[in-house]
């Protein structure tokens, strides 16, 4: 029901939503700790939530591997503020960054001026994020 209503509001201010994706800590550690590839099953949530972006015809972002390579790439006795996570599991200063940068390639890519963008809604739903913008050009 918010989807069709929000669809609405979308369509008629001619603005898009970006489905914002953060895994939850177990997948951003699994290979670090386990010394395994993560299983495809792992990705079965990424996998619908994609699904459903297309579906709804939102811009879907994946931050995974950004925030898994960068774990990876922690030396061995790297410092627990090094982590892009607190223990609670919610992102900290480090995550932000690597999530905000994950958003703006993907903007710039796209060839969407990010800095005119006007955000006016962010659900935050467990590990995923909708924002809601309006296009402006320069």
Known sequence: KIFKKKTKLRVKNGAKYILLYIPR???IFYERGTK???????????NLLR?????????????????????????LNFDIKDLPLLKDGNL?????????????KHLELKNWHYLYLKIYDFYIMNHFTFINYNKYDE
């Open 25 to 27: 800590m177990e997948i």
């Open 36 to 46: 395994k590839k993560l299983p495809k099953s792992a990705f079965k949530e990424s």
């Open 51 to 75: 699904k459903l972006a297309v579906k709804n015809n939102f811009i879907y972002i994946d931050t995974t591997s950004e925030l898994m390579n960068y774990v990876h790439n922690l030396p």
């Open 92 to 104: 900290n200063k480090i995550g932000y960054e690597i999530v905000s940068n994950v958003i703006i």
